[in-house]
């Protein structure tokens, strides 16, 4: 794998604001198979409001988070649907982005250790070494040469 992931994960991020900022106003507004399962038994009227019947639906409760300012899809104080829809999905974006990487990169190796090595991973007879062997053509001639030999060596 390539030692700069960021191209990568800047054109992954640009795609998700993408979509989640534009393409999230055009997705249905009819009900998903879940809501269309809860409403059989009731009959509902043009604004989907239950109007009569016994369904599980009509045991629907509020939400704690229901007020929150990105509750339904939107922005609270943005009367622009589509702005208020396609803030709230950048919004999103941006904070599972955030959190995500922030527990990767906590989560994330430091490097080798720096506890005495015991020399086995080279071989019975190989003493301690101070890091990854490299080529000795140089370090920019094999980048997976240095991975190899940190994985045999167990520091990674």
Not at 7 to 28: C, D, H, I, K, Q
Not at 37 to 48: M, P, R
Not at 144 to 151: K, L, P, Q, V
Request: glycine share 16%; net charge negative.
């Amino acid at each position: 794998m390539s030692k700069r992931p960021w191209p990568f994960v800047l054109g992954g991020l640009l795609v998700a604001l993408l979509l989640a900022g534009v393409v999230s106003n055009y997705a249905s507004a009819h009900p998903d198979g879940l809501d269309s399962s809860l409403l059989k038994g009731c009959t509902v009227n043009a604004d989907h409001e239950i109007t009569g019947g016994s369904c599980p639906a009509q045991q629907a409760k509020d939400h704690e988070l229901a007020d929150s300012p990105l509750a339904d899809y939107g922005v609270r104080g943005v009367s622009n649907g589509f702005l208020s829809t396609g803030l709230s999905g950048v919004l999103g974006v941006l904070l599972t982005f955030a959190l995500g990487g922030g527990l990767f990169w906590l989560a994330r190796r430091r490097g080798p250790s720096t506890g005495p090595s015991t020399g086995l991973a080279n071989g019975p007879s190989a003493g301690p070494t101070d890091g990854p062997a490299t080529d000795p053509a140089g370090p920019d001639s094999d980048p997976t040469a240095d991975e190899r030999a940190a994985r045999a060596a167990g520091t990674r």
